[in-house]
């Protein structure tokens, strides 16, 4: 069978909208000694696809950009120095194909796929082989393609410092990807979960998921004192924040020498707080998240395979690859839980 000389991608015509968002046909890269071209079968979106779309990542964004970071496929040729890898595998890629290990650092962030990196909204793409992890053999496609941001910022955040342990207080705000996800592994790890959300409906599907508390915080604006009060007055040991904006009230959320790990911006509250001596008062642990690496995914994997029932990926819906602008659709409506994912290739 020969290798396909051609791919049909997306790419970002212009930073402004995704509604920009073109197919076109580009050649595919010959493969290097120590590369993988991989079959992509499947691709989830994050909110940093929507940011950097319309321009508000904070990062410098170049138009003609293939976008997205976040993939699952299939190994179809490696080149002449891989060993680790065989046609057939079931792979994805970090979502920085330069982070093997440690800290990132900025040789490592510019290799972030989709954004400093070309990303994989394509039908064929090569990666270096040490990039690659092996996809849990109970995930389909479509499962594994919402692990690499979404499941790994998550991992790394409850394990990466300060591991979760039974017994724990986590608390998770809302309901995307992240979210879940940290809801999932915090339950795994027999920890007791806290959720947000501004939609009842949505609280029930975190309860379905093993959260035993929940707030919804348009109803409770004051969702810090409702989660002081779940904790009998301590606060939580681990918070997941997603907002930024909602970082003041996350510290009060907080015991004293707890984590918070912050992963997102999508709160639109910006009024700045003068956080230094709250974060004194509770010797407070304030830790970014930016992804993880290969060796963290490879541990997440193995949790996962662990725990397959309390951690199976939550997919919100599923489109086609010509429907992908749909499926930014969905994404900026906030009306899913968990993850949007485009079905690039069948299964």
Same mark, same amino acid.
């Given at each position: #069978?020969? =290798?396909?000389?051609?791919?049909?991608?997306?790419?970002?015509?212009?930073?402004?909208?995704?509604?920009?968002?073109?197919?076109?046909?580009?050649?595919?890269?010959?493969?290097? %000694?120590?590369?993988?071209?991989?079959?992509?079968?499947?691709?989830?979106?994050?909110?940093?696809?929507?940011?950097?779309?319309?321009? +508000?990542?904070?990062?410098?964004?170049? $138009?003609? =950009?293939?976008?997205?970071? @976040?993939?699952?496929?299939?190994?179809?040729?490696?080149?002449?120095?891989?060993?680790?890898?065989?046609?057939?595998?079931?792979?994805?890629?970090?979502?920085? +194909? $330069?982070?093997?290990?440690?800290?990132?650092?900025?040789?490592?962030?510019?290799?972030?796929?989709?954004?400093? %990196?070309?990303?994989?909204?394509? !039908?064929?793409?090569?990666?270096?082989?040490?990039?690659?992890?092996?996809?849990? @053999?109970? =995930?389909?496609?479509?499962?594994?393609? +919402?692990?690499?941001? %979404?499941?790994?910022?998550?991992?790394?955040?409850?394990?990466?410092?300060?591991?979760?342990?039974?017994?724990?207080?986590? =608390?998770?705000?809302? +309901?995307?990807?992240?979210?879940?996800?940290?809801?999932?592994?915090?339950?795994?790890?027999?920890?007791?979960?806290?959720?947000?959300?501004?939609?009842?409906?949505?609280?029930?599907?975190?309860?379905?998921? $093993?959260?035993?508390?929940?707030?919804?915080?348009?109803?409770?604006?004051?969702? @810090?004192?409702?989660?002081?009060?779940?904790?009998?007055?301590?606060?939580?040991?681990?918070?997941?924040?997603? $907002?930024?904006?909602?970082?003041?009230?996350?510290?009060?959320?907080?015991? #004293?020498?707890?984590?918070?790990?912050?992963?997102?911006?999508?709160?639109?509250?910006?009024?700045?707080?003068?956080?230094?001596?709250? #974060?004194?008062?509770?010797?407070?642990?304030?830790?970014?998240?930016?992804?993880?690496?290969?060796?963290?995914?490879?541990?997440?994997?193995?949790?996962? !395979? %662990?725990?397959?029932?309390?951690?199976?990926?939550?997919?919100?819906?599923?489109?086609?690859?010509?429907?992908?602008? @749909?499926?930014?659709?969905?994404?900026?409506?906030?009306?899913?839980?968990?993850?949007?994912?485009?079905?690039?290739?069948?299964?």
């Amino acid at each position: #069978m020969s =290798l396909p000389q051609t791919t049909r991608e997306y790419v970002l015509s212009k930073i402004g909208t995704y509604k920009d968002l073109r197919i076109r046909q580009s050649q595919v890269p010959r493969l290097r %000694a120590s590369e993988v071209l991989v079959k992509v079968h499947a691709v989830s979106l994050q909110y940093r696809d929507h940011a950097i779309a319309s321009g +508000t990542y904070p990062i410098q964004i170049a $138009g003609g =950009l293939v976008p997205c970071s @976040d993939m699952a496929g299939e190994v179809i040729a490696v080149g002449e120095d891989v060993n680790q890898w065989k046609k057939g595998d079931r792979v994805c890629s970090n979502f920085s +194909t $330069g982070h093997l290990h440690g800290d990132p650092d900025e040789a490592s962030a510019a290799t972030s796929l989709g954004g400093q %990196a070309p990303g994989v909204l394509t !039908e064929y793409k090569t990666f270096p082989a040490q990039a690659l992890v092996r996809i849990p @053999d109970h =995930l389909s496609y479509a499962q594994a393609s +919402t692990l690499p941001c %979404a499941a790994v910022t998550a991992y790394n955040a409850l394990y990466g410092s300060r591991p979760v342990k039974a017994g724990d207080y986590v =608390l998770v705000l809302g +309901t995307g990807g992240v979210s879940i996800f940290g809801l999932q592994l915090a339950v795994a790890s027999g920890a007791t979960v806290i959720a947000t959300s501004s939609s009842d409906e949505k609280l029930q599907v975190a309860a379905k998921l $093993g959260a035993k508390y929940l707030i919804n915080y348009r109803k409770t604006p004051d969702w @810090d004192k409702e989660v002081k009060k779940f904790t009998n007055g301590v606060g939580v040991d681990h918070i997941i924040e997603v $907002g930024g904006g909602t970082l003041p009230k996350s510290l009060n959320a907080l015991r #004293m020498g707890g984590y918070i790990h912050i992963i997102g911006i999508v709160s639109n509250d910006s009024s700045g707080v003068d956080l230094v001596l709250p #974060m004194i008062g509770k010797a407070a642990n304030l830790r970014g998240i930016h992804i993880g690496s290969v060796a963290q995914f490879k541990d997440l994997n193995r949790l996962l !395979e %662990a725990n397959p029932e309390k951690t199976a990926p939550v997919i919100d819906k599923i489109f086609s690859f010509e429907n992908a602008i @749909d499926a930014y659709d969905h994404l900026v409506s906030q009306s899913h839980v968990g993850k949007v994912v485009i079905q690039v290739a069948k299964d």
